[in-house]
């Protein structure tokens, strides 16, 4: 059980936009940043967001991140087929004195 | 450019050991933390700790003390990770990555090594 909390899946058509959410509570999303990754099948995790919203270079202005409360959410734009992947959330978790992910989002381009 | 470069793939019987190595290049292996993470087959990351790589301290996560052990040579800029008295449930592949601790991300990983725990 992640002390984060995704969706399992998410699917949309190419062109389109999703979302994705990642809940915690005050320990962890609500005082500290949250941080994206994007694992490709049999890839290491890359970084997507960091500090809630900023995107490294390289990463295209399609990937957003937002957080609100004890909430975040990854937003992808104009969907490829190589967005297919699993999506993480990463934060630091204050009252337990680690780095913590979520379960993972499996997303599907259909 | 900065590279995190990890051993290759492990095969090992249950009871046995097994050291995992990450060379990293492209900057000063002193000024960041390496973390470790699992993923063991079809299941998401799970932190397992980190090494201050200027001190050589370790921190092990819950779950993750007593068989598993983080060391440095940072004369080869080199993190390890020792796992001992294996077990089938060890079965994963293990990441290094460096960590930010300003923003508390990962912003390089390894390219990630599996250890397959097997009779």
């Known amino acids: 059980q992640s002390v984060l909390t995704q969706p399992p899946s998410v699917s949309a058509a190419p062109g389109q936009k999703v979302t994705i959410s990642c809940s915690g509570s005050?320990?962890?999303?609500?005082?500290?940043?949250v941080s994206w990754y994007q694992q490709l099948p049999g890839t290491a995790p890359k970084l997507l967001i960091y500090e809630n919203n900023k995107r490294p270079s390289g990463i295209p202005d399609r990937f957003s991140g937002s957080k609100s409360g004890t909430s975040a959410t990854l937003g992808i734009t104009g969907l490829q087929t190589g967005d297919e992947a699993d999506y993480y959330c990463?934060?630091?978790?204050?009252?337990?004195?680690?780095?913590?992910f979520g379960g993972g989002t499996k997303l599907t381009v259909l | 450019q900065v590279q995190l470069v990890q051993s290759g793939s492990e095969l090992k019987k249950p009871g046995a050991s097994v050291k995992v190595s990450c060379k990293a290049s492209g900057y000063t292996f002193s000024s960041y933390a390496i973390n470790w993470v699992r993923q063991a087959p079809g299941q998401g990351l799970e932190w397992m700790g980190w090494?201050?790589?200027?001190?050589?301290?370790?921190t092990y996560a819950q779950g993750f003390t007593g068989r598993f052990v983080f060391s440095l040579d940072s004369s080869v800029s080199t993190a390890y990770l020792q796992i001992s008295s294996l077990k089938a449930e060890d079965t994963a592949v293990y990441y290094c990555?460096?960590?930010?601790?300003?923003?508390?991300?990962?912003?390089?990983w390894g390219q990630g090594t599996l250890v397959t725990v097997s009779s």
């Open positions: 990463e934060t630091w978790d204050s009252r337990l004195s680690a780095v913590v």
């Open positions: 005050s320990s962890n999303i609500g005082n500290n940043y």
């Open positions: 090494i201050n790589t200027n001190t050589g301290n370790p």
């Open positions: 990555g460096r960590f930010l601790g300003s923003g508390k991300y990962f912003d390089h």
